[in-house]
């Protein structure tokens, strides 16, 4: 039983919900028709001008002259009247003309109904006073009677006279019978049929009944017609007054309004119907644009009876649209005070904020000055302590050549004395023995030089690649590729690079030079130009000699 009622509960807030959401798609699908309006005009105009390329054609017979000037006047029915009107004129003449009784009692038929839909129901009436209706044909006789029965349910609605609106109403209803008569001899699914009776349903106040067939009418006519836009506005204001439920009303409405707009109906009362219910329910910006679509509907079809309607509510949606827009305008003035206000705020802030970020700027920029020289003392720190690093790896090294030279020194020097001493033993003992001429002969020999000086360069040489193991290398980097001085594995100096190797330990003075290595200084020098010569760079050569490591 709970679940029940809350199944009731749950339909009964869900439906309106969903009613609102399906109106808001059709309000959406309403005002995408209304922008495509010129879009459908155009086609309409289309299918008009190729009509009258027809009609132009010189062979046309007055028969079929006839036949495509009723088809243009099917187009511009509700489309013109001004044009409607002419080309049934025009066709009314062709068929006096023709002396065809047919043709004239249909035209004269289309003229009165035409000037019962634009509000002329007495030139209608008087019209169809001319007509005979013994001789109609079926079609002829039924469009007879309706226009007859539309003229005084209009007027029997409009007149203030009791008596002649009693009058209006008795003949409305004898018409009424006249037309049901021959509307029997229709099949009761033919949709003149349906049509007919459901007026009558709404003549004997039976609503609901009405409502079944126009249910019936409405899934037989087709959207995009003028029918259907009749169907849907018979069941709009059917449906409000069943259950007084403008929602629906206003569904139907629009779904009339849109067949309008799809079939290019200018004589419409949808639109403007609906601008009024939106208008009471204070939808204004929405009702004047309604409004104001219907207005040029009317304007363009040119019926008095429409704009009569519609100027009885337009001026109270426009003033209503204005008082908004003026109200709309004055609270816009009150906002843009406020936001010119807030703007001026804003302006002190920024400047505040402004000055604050220009004090921030010119720290930033001390700072980055402060950071540039501290950068910069960190550099010359670096290169400071760079220097003192290599002044200390040059003393370092300086002081490894000095241990190397003075072991090397005292070594020599020792075998030296030892040598002197055997030399001595050796003398005394060719003078105690009288060996005069051995003596001799012994001063006289070079060999002992020779081998002495050949020792001497064995010792410079291990000594100083000791120390400068690279030297060769970096010599021949200095030197043109095919001037390289090559020497041999296990080999030591040669004459080129001894003289080079004082020079890098300082010794730059060929005679100094000369005497070590016992060369004469023209000697020393031409090896010195020799290499030169060959040098990548002959000016800053020996410079670069000497930074060799």
């Known amino acids: 039983m709970h679940k029940i009622f809350l199944y009731i509960l749950l339909f ?16 959406v699908r309403l005002e995408k028709e209304m922008a495509k309006r010129d879009t459908y005009d155009q086609a309409k105009e289309s299918r008009i001008a190729n009509l009258k390329t027809l009609l132009s054609d010189a062979d046309i017979t007055p028969e079929n002259h006839y036949f495509v000037t009723n088809k243009l006047i099917t187009e511009y029915e509700y489309y013109s009247f001004d044009s409607t009107l002419h080309y049934i004129e025009e066709n009314l003449v062709l068929a006096k003309n023709l002396g065809n009784d047919y ?42 009677y309706i226009i007859y029965k539309r003229c005084y349910y209009e007027l029997r609605t409009i007149s203030r006279v009791n008596s002649i609106s009693a009058k209006y109403d008795q003949l409305y209803f004898a018409y009424k019978d006249s037309l049901d008569a021959q509307i029997s001899k229709l099949g009761e699914n033919s949709k003149m049929y349906l049509e007919v009776t459901e ?19 409405l899934a037989l006519a087709k959207m995009g ?22 929602l629906n009303q206003k569904k139907f409405l629009i779904l009339s309004a849109v067949s309008d707009i799809q079939s290019s109906v200018k004589d419409n009362a949808s639109m403007a119907n609906l601008a009024v219910i939106l208008f009471e329910e204070g939808d204004v910006e929405r009702a004047h644009k309604y409004i104001g679509f219907s207005f040029e509907d009317a304007k363009f079809y040119n019926s008095k009876l429409r704009f009569l309607d ?43 904020i402004f000055k604050q970020y220009k004090k921030i700027k010119m720290g930033r920029e001390h700072l980055k000055t402060a950071n540039l020289q501290l950068k910069d003392l960190n550099e010359k720190l670096n290169f400071s302590n760079n ?15 000095k241990e190397q ?62 120390i400068y193991p690279n030297f060769v290398e970096e010599l021949n980097a200095l030197l043109i590729e095919d001037k390289k001085i090559i020497v041999k594995e296990r080999e030591g100096l040669n004459t080129e690079l001894r003289i080079f190797a004082l020079i890098r330990l300082g010794i730059t003075n060929s005679s100094k030079i000369s005497k070590i290595l016992r060369y004469s200084v023209n000697t020393i020098y031409n090896y010195r130009v020799k290499v030169k010569n060959s040098a990548l760079n002959r000016d800053d050569f020996e410079n670069l000699i000497k930074k060799i490591s």
């Open 12 to 27: 009964i807030i869900a439906t309106p919900l969903y009613s609102q959401t399906e109106l808001d798609s059709l309000i």
């Open 103 to 144: 043709f004239i009692k249909e035209s004269t038929l289309r003229l009165a109904k035409l000037l019962a839909t634009s509000g002329r129901y007495d030139e209608s009436i008087n019209l169809l006073h001319e007509i005979n209706p013994s001789n109609l044909s079926q079609d002829l006789i039924i469009e007879y």
């Open 199 to 217: 007026q009558n349903y709404r003549d004997a106040f039976d609503t609901r009944k009405a409502l079944e067939i126009n249910a019936k009418r």
């Open 225 to 246: 017609t003028r029918e259907y836009a009749m169907v849907a506005f018979n069941r709009s204001y059917m449906s409000s007054e069943v259950d007084g439920n403008r």
């Open 310 to 352: 519609i100027s009885n509510v337009l001026p109270v949606i426009s003033k209503s649209y204005e008082i908004e827009n003026l109200k709309q305008s004055n609270k816009l003035k009150k906002q843009l005070m406020f936001i010119s206000f807030l703007s001026i705020i804003l302006m002190i802030a920024l400047f505040f």
């Open 387 to 401: 220097d003192l690093k290599r002044l200390y790896e040059e003393l370092s090294a300086v002081d490894t050549i």
């Open 405 to 466: 030279y003075i072991g090397t020194f005292l070594n020599l020097y020792s075998e030296y004395i030892d040598k002197l001493d055997v030399y001595r033993k050796t003398v005394r003992k060719y003078i105690v023995t009288n060996k005069t001429n051995d003596l001799l002969e012994l001063i006289k020999s070079k060999n002992v030089v020779d081998e002495e000086l050949k020792i001497f360069y064995t010792n410079f040489d291990k000594s100083f690649l000791h």
